[in-house]
């Protein structure tokens, strides 16, 4: 493949990650091919959350615009508890805008995805698609993709190819971590949900024993997106058949009736397990580095996987642009250095919003005393304390010195 059409960096995998360096890369004026396993570059799914920490690289990217057209900005995430149907607390999004300058943001996942496919072309990225990649290989500061069809060398190699990364495992032995939480999601007209009295302002999230419960607008108010969320009896006994819809309807039996009554509008016919990954501390081998889902898949709760993942592209490619910047131009380019101050940075982050979510999760799933003693905590935060979001949502560090301390004080 060298020669005439080379490039400077291949990215393996065109989901948001992928895209997201492949678009931020060739900003920066460098020549990137995309390879997507798929016969067309697309997204399956309902709904995305973006935080402030994403949108403001969106910005920067010339994006926001659009993205802002497509999606919807809610006022605020309200979250309430899933058995009584009382409000916990919230976050008030237009202070949230106010205090970190980019705004929130809820799109379909395939509208932030176009949006990004579209930059991707006018950019004159190599787009590929129908190449799975199967293996990799490095030597002389090159390193290649292997697949069916033949190999493709760049000075660089993204993995961005997802939770199940063939890259991974030149870096880490871990598999995947199963949760026994499944998700049934649900993205349908609003004409729909008129009657239930559903809020088509804000992202509202009913948490309960074991379950919860996400609701909110999408496609400027012509959509409902809902997630449902529940621990599974027979995932958890590792049974074959886990997360049926008579386990979704047992495990939301106990819950309030604004919730019982978005049930039944989720789509019955398919459902997700829970899995996340490991943290793992080096992203970087050679001239191959993992990023998105492949260096740090997170259970969803803090709403940061896509997120990071766009996080990931900015801070690799202005770590490229500074190089860029010293004067070398694109064959000089010292991608050592930029690869080792895009590993220095991002793993340690992404390290905390994977523990986090975790933990943040259990919170959510509490059970009995703990349930009430949770409600007691969240009902006493004042709303306008921003400590637990200002690490994720403030900017993007680009070294660890920029990285803020968690839960600082504001
Ligand atoms: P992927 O989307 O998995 O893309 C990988 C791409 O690589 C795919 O196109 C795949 O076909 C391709 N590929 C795979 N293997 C190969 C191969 N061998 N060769 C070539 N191509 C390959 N995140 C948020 O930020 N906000 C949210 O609100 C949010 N909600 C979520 C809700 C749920 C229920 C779930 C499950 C996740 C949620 N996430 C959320 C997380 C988010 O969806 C992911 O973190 C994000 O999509 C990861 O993007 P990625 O590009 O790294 O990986």
């Given at each position: 493949?060298?020669?005439?059409?080379?490039?400077?960096?291949?990215?393996?995998?065109?989901?948001?990650?992928?895209?997201?360096?492949?678009?931020?890369?060739?900003?920066?004026?460098?020549?990137?091919?995309?390879?997507?396993?798929?016969?067309?570059?697309?997204?399956?799914?309902?709904?995305?959350?973006?935080?402030?920490?994403?949108?403001?690289?969106?910005?920067?990217?010339?994006?926001?615009?659009?993205?802002?057209?497509?999606?919807v900005?809610?006022?605020?995430?309200?979250?309430?508890?899933?058995?009584?149907?009382?409000?916990?607390?919230?976050?008030?999004?237009?202070?949230?805008?106010?205090?970190y300058?980019?705004?929130?943001?809820?799109?379909?996942?395939?509208?932030?995805?176009g949006?990004?496919?579209?930059?991707?072309r006018?950019?004159?990225?190599?787009?590929?698609?129908?190449?799975?990649?199967?293996?990799?290989?490095?030597?002389?500061?090159?390193?290649?993709?292997?697949?069916?069809?033949?190999?493709?060398?760049?000075?660089?190699?993204?993995?961005?190819?997802?939770?199940?990364?063939v890259?991974?495992?030149?870096?880490?032995?871990?598999?995947?971590?199963?949760?026994?939480?499944?998700?049934?999601?649900?993205?349908?007209?609003?004409?729909?949900?008129?009657?239930?009295?559903?809020?088509?302002?804000?992202?509202?999230?009913?948490?309960?024993?074991?379950?919860?419960?996400?609701?909110y607008?999408?496609?400027?108010?012509?959509?409902?997106?809902?997630?449902?969320?529940?621990?599974?009896?027979?995932?958890?006994?590792?049974?074959?058949?886990?997360?049926?819809?008579?386990?979704?309807?047992?495990?939301?039996?106990?819950?309030?009736?604004?919730?019982?009554?978005?049930?039944?509008?989720?789509?019955?016919?398919?459902?997700?397990?829970?899995?996340?990954r490991?943290?793992?501390?080096?992203?970087?081998?050679?001239?191959?580095?993992?990023?998105?889902?492949?260096?740090?898949?997170?259970?969803?709760?803090?709403?940061?996987?896509?997120?990071?993942?766009?996080?990931?592209?900015?801070?690799?490619?202005?770590?490229?642009?500074a190089?860029?910047?010293?004067?070398?131009g694109?064959?000089?380019?010292?991608?050592?250095?930029?690869?080792?101050?895009?590993?220095?940075?991002?793993?340690?982050?992404?390290?905390?919003?994977?523990?986090?979510?975790?933990?943040?999760?259990?919170?959510?799933?509490?059970?009995?005393?703990?349930?009430?003693?949770?409600?007691?905590?969240?009902?006493?935060?004042?709303?306008?304390?921003?400590?637990?979001?200002?690490?994720?949502?403030?900017?993007?560090?680009?070294?660890?010195?920029?990285?803020?301390?968690?839960?600082?004080?504001?």
């Amino acid at each position: 493949v060298d020669g005439v059409d080379a490039v400077d960096v291949v990215v393996v995998g065109g989901g948001i990650g992928g895209l997201a360096n492949a678009l931020a890369l060739t900003q920066k004026g460098l020549r990137v091919r995309v390879l997507e396993r798929a016969a067309e570059f697309g997204e399956v799914g309902a709904g995305l959350q973006i935080a402030p920490n994403c949108t403001r690289i969106l910005d920067h990217w010339g994006l926001l615009d659009e993205v802002r057209s497509l999606g919807v900005l809610p006022e605020n995430i309200v979250m309430k508890d899933a058995v009584d149907g009382s409000e916990l607390t919230r976050l008030d999004l237009k202070d949230v805008e106010a205090r970190y300058g980019a705004p929130y943001l809820v799109i379909h996942r395939s509208d932030l995805h176009g949006v990004l496919l579209r930059a991707c072309r006018r950019a004159g990225v190599d787009l590929v698609t129908d190449v799975a990649v199967t293996g990799y290989e490095q030597e002389d500061g090159r390193a290649t993709a292997i697949h069916a069809g033949g190999r493709e060398t760049a000075p660089v190699v993204i993995a961005a190819d997802g939770i199940h990364s063939v890259a991974r495992p030149l870096l880490s032995d871990d598999e995947p971590v199963s949760s026994s939480y499944v998700a049934y999601r649900g993205a349908v007209p609003a004409t729909q949900v008129e009657a239930l009295g559903v809020s088509m302002r804000d992202v509202v999230v009913y948490v309960g024993p074991k379950c919860h419960f996400v609701q909110y607008p999408l496609r400027s108010g012509e959509m409902f997106n809902q997630v449902a969320v529940f621990e599974s009896p027979k995932a958890r006994a590792g049974e074959e058949d886990w997360g049926t819809p008579d386990e979704l309807d047992h495990a939301f039996a106990d819950t309030c009736e604004e919730v019982r009554a978005g049930l039944p509008l989720m789509w019955r016919d398919r459902w997700w397990r829970m899995f996340d990954r490991e943290p793992i501390p080096t992203w970087v081998t050679g001239r191959i580095a993992l990023s998105g889902d492949s260096a740090h898949a997170p259970l969803q709760y803090l709403a940061q996987g896509a997120v990071m993942a766009i996080e990931d592209a900015y801070v690799l490619s202005e770590h490229v642009a500074a190089q860029l910047a010293a004067g070398m131009g694109a064959d000089g380019l010292d991608w050592d250095a930029a690869l080792a101050a895009y590993g220095a940075v991002r793993p340690e982050h992404c390290r905390r919003v994977l523990t986090t979510a975790r933990a943040w999760g259990e919170l959510w799933h509490h059970v009995g005393d703990e349930r009430l003693w949770r409600n007691e905590v969240m009902r006493s935060r004042d709303v306008h304390d921003y400590s637990f979001v200002d690490w994720l949502y403030g900017p993007t560090a680009l070294t660890p010195d920029e990285e803020p301390t968690m839960f600082a004080p504001a």
